[in-house]
């Protein structure tokens, strides 16, 4: 079992930045890859999380929705079991509930599908 704690959420001006984190515990973090995925408010809670950015193993290959590409880095340390989302120049439509998530593979994937466990979600809203 793995248990994935967000964090670092919160309400942030247009333009401003975030970095929320998610410690993992239960089994070895370096044998998963993980992911971020959000969901806006009032969106169908029956269609799939949107896709944000995931990370493989090692930190060696990272991929972004085109949404977010230059604006987000997606981080880890396997030290200290937590990945990161370092998010830029935030826009109101960022505004989401944002979850991270933990795929038993070292292979990365954009679907929510393809994840084992996610965490409870931590709110950013940016406003304008």
């Known amino acids: 079992q793995v248990q994935l704690v967000e964090s670092g959420g919160g309400l942030v001006q247009a333009g401003g930045s975030l970095r929320l984190s998610c410690a993992a515990s239960?089994?070895?973090?370096?044998?998963?890859?993980m992911g971020w995925f959000r969901q806006a408010p009032g969106k169908d809670p029956g269609k799939e999380r949107e896709?944000?950015?995931?990370?493989?193993?090692?930190?060696?290959?990272?991929y972004y929705a085109d949404s977010v590409k230059g604006r987000f880095t997606i981080s880890r340390d396997n030290a200290k079991n937590t990945v990161y989302l370092q998010m830029n120049s935030l826009k109101p439509e960022d505004t989401a509930v944002y979850y991270c998530?933990?795929?038993?593979?070292?292979?990365?994937?954009?679907?929510?599908?393809?994840?084992?466990?996610w965490g409870q979600g931590t709110q950013v809203t940016v406003s304008s």
């Open positions: 998530a933990a795929r038993l593979s070292t292979v990365v994937s954009r679907a929510p599908r393809g994840y084992d466990y």
């Open positions: 239960g089994r070895t973090f370096s044998s998963y890859a």
């Open positions: 896709f944000v950015a995931t990370i493989n193993w090692s930190g060696s290959s990272t």
